[in-house]
């Protein structure tokens, strides 16, 4: 038997064989797709860089793009500023660093992101971030679904305490 020779054959119009094509998604909907439309984001700084803005006193934010039960958040960061521990209560999510570095503390350890680096996490997970640069930062968030709750933590140990939603 000739190995470069298959026994499969299609025959007909596969075309026709409508439950094998898959139709183009206009919205993500898998963890895959999100942190896809979050590297397509961050490749195209004509979406995003124009609107940074920075403020001495609280992380700026802007919410970039909403789609079907969820939304995408672009952060800044000057040095010194931090989330706070937090979780982001039933939200998905997947946090991209643009520009910059940003430092994550979870109860496992300290984890450095630098540009182009990403966190998937599932809902309840809880992380302080932080940039402890010199530099500005940017980052990209996407909740899903939109970002509703965002309960603080004293401590990675530590209860919940609910706090104003703001993205992180």
């Given at each position: 038997?000739?190995?470069?020779?298959?026994?499969?054959?299609?025959?007909?119009?596969?075309?026709?064989?409508?439950?094998?094509?898959?139709?183009?998604?206009?919205?993500?909907?898998?963890?895959?797709?999100?942190?896809?439309?979050?590297?397509?984001?961050?490749?195209?700084?004509?979406?995003?860089?124009?609107?940074?803005?920075?403020d001495?006193?609280?992380?700026?934010?802007?919410?970039?793009?909403?789609?079907?039960?969820?939304?995408?958040?672009?952060?800044?960061?000057?040095p010194g500023q931090?989330?706070?521990?937090?979780?982001?209560g039933?939200?998905?999510?997947?946090?991209?660093?643009?520009?910059?570095?940003?430092?994550?503390r979870t109860?496992?350890?300290?984890?450095?992101?630098?540009?182009?680096?990403?966190?998937?996490?599932?809902?309840?997970?809880?992380?302080?971030?932080?940039n402890?640069?010199?530099?500005?930062?940017?980052s990209?968030?996407?909740?899903?679904?939109?970002?509703?709750?965002m309960?603080?933590?004293?401590?990675?140990?530590?209860?919940p305490?609910?706090?104003?939603?703001?993205p992180?």
């Open positions: 038997m000739n190995s470069s020779h298959s026994d499969l054959q299609i025959a007909g119009d596969i075309l026709e064989v409508q439950h094998l094509l898959q139709p183009a998604r206009e919205h993500p909907a898998t963890v895959a797709e999100f942190a896809g439309l979050a590297r397509s984001i961050a490749a195209d700084r004509s979406q995003w860089a124009h609107l940074v803005q920075y001495a006193v609280s992380r700026w934010y802007h919410r970039l793009r909403t789609g079907p039960g969820y939304e995408v958040w672009l952060l800044s960061w000057v931090g989330s706070g521990a937090h979780d982001h039933a939200s998905s999510g997947v946090l991209t660093v643009l520009a910059g570095e940003l430092t994550e109860e496992r350890g300290v984890r450095n992101l630098g540009a182009g680096s990403q966190r998937v996490f599932a809902p309840g997970y809880v992380h302080d971030v932080v402890d640069s010199l530099e500005p930062a940017v990209l968030h996407v909740y899903y679904p939109g970002l509703t709750d309960p603080m933590h004293a401590s990675q140990s530590s209860s305490a609910t706090q104003d939603v703001v992180a």
